[in-house]
């Protein structure tokens, strides 16, 4: 199980997103609706089953995971998983994407586990708006947690901030992460909300946030990639206060680079966070199947990857589930 996944237009696949769970303490409406029915726990994967199929994963050259959900931290244990991972022959990074109202209580596990990357979900600065997007009042919790993340050592730190227009306090964001020596990620609003509101007018571009942070004076300008897979384009503020990352999902999308699988917490294998079809590998993982079976698995969703996911185009389809329940 040597061979590298790469998919027929010549797209190299190493990197692994992962959801520990779909359930998730706040309701962000870009997201969840307020009232939605979770998966029960049986139907989730186990730790063990994650583990082992990341190091069937592993052996195709899978280096890179990230765990998500839902949102990840709810899950019981999960240092436990973040350690079994780090440990991993093969994996060489071991990432979390959190909303952060768990972190101030889980950083130094996290951290001894194994965790050195992080991203941190924060929309606006703006308690009020904040509450108004999540549904909850869990702003001061989410800043204990980026103070103790900081803290015990986990680094870089980044912040993703859904650009969504009238919602998102850019900014504000920008300057805090400059304070804090913090990374920004803007994330162009998805058509993946669970209420079916999106619009392409409710998107804040990529150009429309970088004319609003040289309006503020923070102007910023194009930066070699530090990793040419990423999502993000990178942009170093003009006075050296440090880079931000735009993902430009929707104005201009980077999927002829992508390098990512899915796996969702109840064992769907997705090629594409829009993806219309989905393999099935929590039944082979539970039936006793081989490893070079699951590994078939794998190439297969790989080999059956799209160009692309057409938010631009008439042809798009919206994918049958929303966020929370594929993954971030």
């Not at 999960?78 to 994996?91: D, E, N, T, Y």
């Not at 989410?142 to 969504?164: E, Q, Y």
């Not at 900014?171 to 058509?191: S, Y």
């Amino acid at each position: 199980m040597s061979e590298f996944l790469v998919d027929r237009f010549g797209r190299r696949h190493n990197n692994l997103r992962i959801s520990v769970t779909d359930r998730c303490n706040i309701r962000c409406r870009y997201c969840m609706p307020e009232r939605v029915e979770f998966q029960p726990q049986s139907q989730l994967l186990t730790f063990e089953e994650i583990a082992r199929f990341v190091r069937i994963a592993s052996g195709l050259g899978v280096d890179k995971v990230r765990l998500t959900g839902g949102e990840p931290l709810v899950r019981r244990d999960l240092p436990s998983l973040v350690g079994m991972l780090a440990a991993s022959p093969g994996i060489r990074d071991v990432g979390l994407t959190t909303n952060g109202v768990l972190l101030a209580d889980q950083a130094q596990a996290l951290y001894d586990a194994g965790l050195r990357r992080i991203n941190v979900s924060l929309d606006t600065l703006d308690r009020a708006q904040f509450e108004r997007i999540t549904r909850r009042d869990e702003f001061d919790r989410v800043l204990a947690g980026l103070d103790a993340a900081a803290r015990v050592g986990l680094g870089p730190i980044k912040i993703n901030a859904v650009a969504a227009r009238g919602a998102t306090d850019v900014v504000g964001l920008a300057r805090f992460c400059r304070e804090r020596g913090f990374e920004l990620r803007f994330i162009e609003f998805m058509p993946l909300e669970s209420d079916r509101t999106w619009s392409r007018e409710s998107v804040l571009t990529s150009a429309e946030i970088l004319e609003m942070l040289s309006e503020a004076g923070l102007p910023a300008a194009p930066a070699e990639k530090s990793d040419p897979a990423a999502p993000a384009d990178e942009y170093l503020y003009e006075d050296g206060g440090g880079r931000i990352g735009i993902i430009a999902s929707v104005s201009r999308p980077f999927c002829g680079s992508c390098n990512r699988i899915r796996l969702t917490a109840d064992g769907k294998l997705r090629n594409c966070l829009f993806a219309l079809e989905e393999l099935d590998v929590k039944g082979p993982l539970r039936s006793g199947a081989s490893d070079e079976a699951i590994a078939a698995f794998v190439r297969r969703c790989v080999e059956e990857k799209w160009e692309g996911h057409q938010i631009n185009s008439i042809h798009f389809i919206r994918p049958g589930r929303p966020m929370h329940a594929i993954g971030g």
